[in-house]
């Protein structure tokens, strides 16, 4: 967590002993010792605390995904119910705070969280964030933490667990956050909200005039995201699918449910085909790319940036009844195979090709590009990334952004329209690469906001910008473009 906590755990840090001195090669023979591969599936008689733990291992130890891995543990474990319920909290409560929980054990810590085992870690920070933030009581969530630490294979380190995690019960939560809050506002904010503060900064930055949201946009970011279904036309209505899944018809688009519990992969429709897993954002660009006029739309559709499918899937879905064909492109093998899984019986033939190169015949009268990003508008969904992205990866993601957004130009005919756009709010990501091409010369923009169905208060700019806490979806953005008559754009 960055943003220079009030805080004395940084001293004794920077005390510890050097790896030159007899008690450092001691500490660095431990820390060598602990680097063995983590014991993730542990048993102590709890199922929640034990899928918790071995799914925060197995996110740390091998960059998994915590909104896949859980499901799929909870399942094998045999994990239903309340305890599934607590476990999803646990899990995705403890990744979204790791900040805050790393800074409060550091407070209470001899040595700091980065020459901790991570079995060690993990069990501080899950009981850590059951003192902070639930109503467990103390007993339980040091005691259970402590026992996780002894299943995991380290045993010697129960009595530090033990007492790290009665020191910080001693002191209320709210008194912890007082006393670590970073002095800067921004920074402080930022910590209340277990956000970095670049991420924060993006934030407020995207919201421009409107940076009196920025911690309404804090709190929905880290809020449980509702599950969103799609109902793919032409075989079922939204409406049918609302009536099948107890759930209710979307705001905006026009095919969208909102599933408030269960298993979706476990509904009927979703099992046969009819329905699936979409944001309610990610549906309205979808369809936004099949909406905007084109003269002489000869049935050329294009997704350049297809992978995993959902996008593409509901273009060929629309494109069924129109009686067009959407050229689909994945750069990625492994993608290439998820698209055709799920576009199966539509009218959309898959590419395994590079975006900015994909070999295909210009001509196209319509194309979407949802580039690659940072992913920070779904962050609600990943509840660790916040703690893995780095702001460094943005400029060289605007420059692939860029070229891809080029390519599409090159693409389309005089007269077709391009829609880009990301998951993410960062300006730099969105206005800034649109203006970019803009300068080029060659393009129109037109008013996104006339095909984002019914969406208002998405921006000052002829683009569209969502936000969680203005219109329940991911914080996603996307912008029209009509490319000019004459010669095809240059390449970037």
């Not at 409560?93 to 409060?104: E, F, I, Q, W």
């Not at 670049?198 to 009196?212: F, H, P, V, Y």
């Not at 979407?368 to 993601?397: F, M, N, Q, Y």
Request: overall charge negative; aromatic content about 4%; proline content about 5%.
């Amino acid at each position: 967590m960055s943003g220079g906590f009030r805080s004395r755990a940084a001293g004794r840090r920077d005390n510890q002993p050097e790896r030159g001195t007899k008690q450092g090669r001691k500490q660095g023979q431990r820390v060598r010792r602990e680097a063995r591969p983590a014991n993730a599936s542990v048993r102590i008689g709890d199922a929640a605390r034990e899928a918790t733990f071995e799914v925060l291992v197995r996110v740390h130890r091998d960059g998994a995904f915590a909104n896949l891995t859980l499901p799929t543990v909870l399942r094998e474990r045999k994990v239903t119910g309340r305890d599934a319920a607590f476990a999803t909290e646990l899990t995705y409560g403890t990744l979204r705070s790791l900040g805050v929980l790393d800074a409060v054990i550091g407070e209470n810590a001899s040595r700091g969280t980065d020459r901790m085992a991570l079995e060690v870690l993990t069990a501080l920070r899950m009981g850590a964030y059951q003192l902070l933030y639930t109503r467990v009581e103390d007993h339980a969530a040091v005691d259970t933490s402590v026992r996780l630490v002894e299943a995991a294979g380290q045993e010697k380190a129960k009595g530090f667990v033990n007492g790290v995690l009665r020191s910080i019960a001693r002191t209320p939560a709210e008194e912890w956050l007082d006393t670590l809050e970073p002095e800067d506002p921004l920074a402080a904010l930022a910590f209340r909200h277990a956000h970095p503060v670049w991420i924060a900064e993006s934030m407020r930055t995207a919201l421009g005039s409107r940076d009196d949201e920025l911690e309404a946009a804090l709190e929905a970011d880290s809020a449980r995201p509702v599950v969103h279904l799609v109902a793919r036309p032409g075989e079922i209505s939204a409406e049918e699918l609302a009536l099948i899944t107890g759930g209710e018809e979307g705001r905006y688009s026009p095919y969208a449910v909102y599933l408030p519990e269960g298993d979706p992969g476990q509904l009927q429709p979703v099992r046969d085909g009819l329905a699936a897993v979409q944001d309610e954002g990610s549906q309205v660009i979808a369809r936004a790319v099949t909406e905007v006029p084109v003269e002489n739309d000869q049935g050329r559709w294009l997704d350049l940036c297809a992978g995993p499918g959902g996008k593409a899937a509901l273009m060929g879905a629309l494109a069924s009844i129109d009686g067009a064909v959407v050229d689909a492109v994945e750069v990625s093998p492994h993608r290439a195979e998820l698209i055709r899984k799920t576009v199966r019986d539509l009218p959309v033939r898959v590419h395994t090709a590079d975006g900015r190169r994909p070999g295909l015949e210009p001509g196209y009268d319509r194309a979407l590009v949802d580039a690659p990003c940072s992913g920070l508008g779904a962050l609600r969904r990943r509840p660790e990334a916040r703690w893995t992205k780095h702001e460094d990866d943005i400029a060289e993601l605007t420059v692939l952004q860029r070229e891809l957004l080029t390519s599409a130009l090159d693409l389309v005919k005089p007269g077709g329209v391009v829609v880009y756009s990301t998951c993410s709010p960062d300006v730099r990501e969105t206005r800034g690469v649109v203006d970019a091409v803009l300068a080029d010369g060659g393009v129109e923009e037109l008013d996104a906001g006339q095909y984002a169905a019914g969406m208002d208060d998405v921006g000052d700019e002829p683009s569209v910008q969502m936000w969680p806490h203005r219109h329940g979806t991911d914080a996603m953005f996307f912008a029209v473009l009509r490319k000019l008559g004459g010669e095809p754009t240059t390449e970037v």
